[in-house]
């Protein structure tokens, strides 16, 4: 057999085989008298890649077994490997190198053109993607699990059954009190408490309104009714709605069934939506007993320990990805 690629640091194996797949286009009619070693190497690795071969020529496929590779296959494997190379540190560094000092933070078209990228052999190529993918379906695994537990914690409270109470029997809604947007700092220092508005913290400031654990309800604005659990001693603002438990209501049970009600849906008006404590008070709800309460707590309290876990190993994804592609191009 003729020797096409005459300087090569892979294996004798894959030197074969990649002779092979030049012997074979040459006699298909494909030129290559004016390709380079590499020009050559590089087009019988893609025949290679295109007939599935990866050892030898027993495996090969074609459209008799059904296989064909359309053009937008080939570009979305670039497209994939190419995603996953832009995020790699390497990549990244330069990146941030180009733009640092500059006035306006972008990636403009020159600095993607001048990027050092690091481009292996198409085997190496499927690889790393193919390893890629594989911490991809874990994720996604991952993902459909926390649907699955959050969906368990919505059926647990859906079904809740006790005695029907209505909302102002359960608690007791007030709003904070107003604090002037001077006063709220950014940023903690000691002595300063976190002050909540209607969407969350809002900062911190040198007074507070409440001391312990507490459900937050937003009164105001698009997203009015989202509830927040906080804790310790903190500054609700007039947009926020502190809501007191009544006598044999356990604190974080209310929390749950607050988010659970979907409050948003209780909110009156079009420019600036908003919660009337008036209207949610008729409201009524199935209360259980105060070990029943306890109970569902700790049952939902187990599924969201279960729940943080996932969120964790979703969490390493980027690092695993990270992993792999300084395996293959490092």
């Not at 654990?213 to 903190?234: E, I, M, P, T």
Request: a positive charge; glycine letters at 6%.
């Amino acid at each position: 057999m003729k020797q096409y690629i005459l300087k090569s640091t892979k294996s004798k194996k894959v030197q074969k085989i990649t002779n092979e797949a030049i012997e074979i286009l040459e006699a298909a009619g494909i030129p290559i008298a004016s390709k380079s070693q590499r020009g050559l190497e590089k087009m019988a690795l893609a025949f290679l890649a295109v007939a599935g071969v990866t050892k030898d020529w027993s495996k090969v496929k074609s459209v008799k077994d059904s296989y064909f590779l359309k053009t937008r296959d080939i570009i979305n494997y670039l497209n994939k490997f190419l995603r996953e190379l832009l995020n790699f540190e390497i990549i990244q560094n330069q990146i941030d190198f180009e733009i640092k000092g500059s006035s306006r933070k972008f990636v403009s078209l020159s600095i993607l053109r001048n990027l050092k990228i690091p481009f292996p052999p198409l085997n190496i190529q499927q690889k790393l993607v193919s390893e890629i993918e594989a911490i991809e379906k874990q994720d996604q695994k991952a993902v459909e699990e926390l649907e699955k537990l959050q969906n368990e914690i919505e059926r647990t409270f859906k079904n809740i059954k006790g005695k029907t109470k209505r909302f102002d029997e359960v608690c007791e809604l007030k709003a904070g009190n107003f604090v002037k947007a001077e006063s709220i700092i950014n940023e903690y220092y000691p002595n300063l408490y976190a002050c909540y508005g209607g969407n969350g913290l809002r900062g911190y400031t040198e007074t507070f309104t409440n001391e312990g654990q507490f459900s937050l309800v937003g009164r105001q604005g698009a997203l009015c009714g989202n509830v927040h659990l906080v804790s310790g001693k903190f500054h609700a603002t007039e947009h926020a709605l502190v809501a007191y438990p009544k006598e044999n209501i356990d604190t974080i049970w209310l929390h749950y069934q607050l988010v659970f009600m979907n409050l948003n849906q209780y909110a009156t008006g079009t420019a600036q939506p908003g919660l009337s404590v008036m209207n949610l008070n008729p409201i009524e709800i199935p209360v259980p007993t105060i070990a029943e309460q306890k109970k569902l707590v700790s049952q939902i309290e187990n599924i969201e320990k279960k729940m943080a876990d996932i969120v964790k190993q979703i969490d390493l994804t980027p690092k695993q990805k990270e992993k792999i592609l300084k395996k293959y191009l490092v």
